[in-house]
């Protein structure tokens, strides 16, 4: 199993002055620690989940085109993209841009969007789930197209597009790898077995995790897809404080129903020190699962 760095606390110690420095030396520890990959959030204010929404948050894509330019090896995306944030011609060429000035490591996270407070905030329009669910499929169609020699116009119930030029095209070929984060069984795990190289499923249980693999497998036969191409991930919560033997033995479950990476998010105000501290110890122990 591999491990990557979600990077999501903007809290941090030293207040908004020490961000930047936060950001490239996180990176910069997590790619020398043997991470793979390295997301943060697309949100306008902080998950009140998490703590408060008035807490700091940075653009999710300006964070990671900033570390691209600080790093060299680990996979670049954000988990996930909002489909109502941005329009998708917008987005493909936002990705693409990572990906050429990465050298090839963007990666496209994407989802439904749920967070209403911060569209009505900011006057970001937020239909009902269906309508997203559309938006979702259509934005993927378009992005696919874009990063394809197709660029001639695209039609959909939400989105008209009279060209999909895109120059230049991605380095990754055939395009940055594709992640839909969610597990919505009838209609998100379906767009997964369409669109997606890698699915995004919580670690709520190893039970309800099995449950979603075996939707997503069936949703594959359904749509004529090799089960086997799309990668398995999760998320999960590390602090200094973490047990490791515990968090080790943990993964082990989900590895044994194949969730082949993990991304986590760090409980501390210095999340540089932590990779270096605790991720360190994780990596070698993660890849023996």
Not at 83 to 101: C, E, F, N, Q, W
Not at 212 to 236: F, P, Q, S, W, Y
Not at 261 to 275: F, G, K, R
Request: charged share 25%; with cysteine; hydrophobic share 40%.
């Amino acid at each position: 199993m591999d491990i990557g760095i979600h990077f999501m606390n903007f809290d941090l110690a030293g207040g908004p002055e020490r961000l930047r420095t936060h950001a490239r030396d996180t990176a910069q520890a997590a790619e020398a620690a043997g991470c793979t990959m390295f997301t943060c959030m697309d949100h306008y204010f902080q998950m009140e989940m998490f703590t408060r929404a008035e807490d700091p948050m940075l653009e999710g894509y300006t964070t990671l085109g900033y570390v691209a330019g600080l790093t060299e090896k680990m996979t670049l995306g954000l988990l996930v993209t909002g489909v109502s944030y941005r329009r998708p011609g917008l987005l493909a060429k936002i990705v693409t841009t990572l990906d050429v000035l990465s050298g090839g490591r963007a990666m496209l996270g994407i989802g439904a969007a749920w967070y209403e407070r911060e569209h009505v905030g900011l006057g970001v329009p937020f239909g009902p789930i269906a309508e997203r669910l559309e938006r979702l499929e259509e934005t993927l169609q378009i992005c696919l197209q874009m990063w394809s020699e197709n660029d001639g116009p695209y039609e959909g119930k939400h989105y008209q597009l009279a060209e999909t030029l895109n120059v230049p095209q991605a380095l990754t070929k055939p395009h940055p790898p594709i992640l839909i984060g969610g597990g919505g069984e009838r209609k998100l795990l379906r767009l997964v077995a369409k669109y997606a190289d890698m699915n995004n499923l919580f670690s709520t249980s190893p039970e309800e995790v099995r449950h979603k693999l075996d939707v997503l497998a069936r949703h594959c036969e359904e749509v004529g897809r090799d089960r086997a191409e799309i990668h398995n991930t999760t998320i999960a919560r590390v602090g200094p404080d973490t047990d490791l033997d515990d968090f080790v033995a943990t993964m082990k479950g989900y590895a044994a129903l194949g969730m082949e990476h993990v991304q986590v998010s760090l409980l501390t105000d210095e999340p540089a020190q932590c990779v270096e501290s605790t991720i360190a110890k994780l990596v070698p122990r993660l890849a023996e699962l």
